[in-house]
């Protein structure tokens, strides 16, 4: 895994162990949520235009 997806897990998990699960899953709730603003600054479109799917397969089903 690259470093940055290391430190992501271990920050994670670290942030489970202080404040429990539902709670970090809560808190780190907001980063996914920013991506959209940034990828629709990225090719000019609006946050309520971008849709993230796993996947190419899956959003291509979804699109289709």
Do not use: S
Request: proline letters at 8%; a negative charge; glycine letters at 6%.
């Amino acid at each position: 895994m690259p470093q940055p997806v290391v430190d992501a897990i271990f920050y994670h998990t670290e942030l489970e162990a202080q404040i429990g699960g539902y709670e970090a899953a809560a808190r780190m709730a907001a980063p996914p949520d920013a991506v959209y603003g940034q990828v629709a600054a990225l090719i000019g479109a609006k946050p309520q235009e971008i849709a993230l799917h796993e996947n190419a397969n899956a959003a291509w089903c979804q699109a289709f």
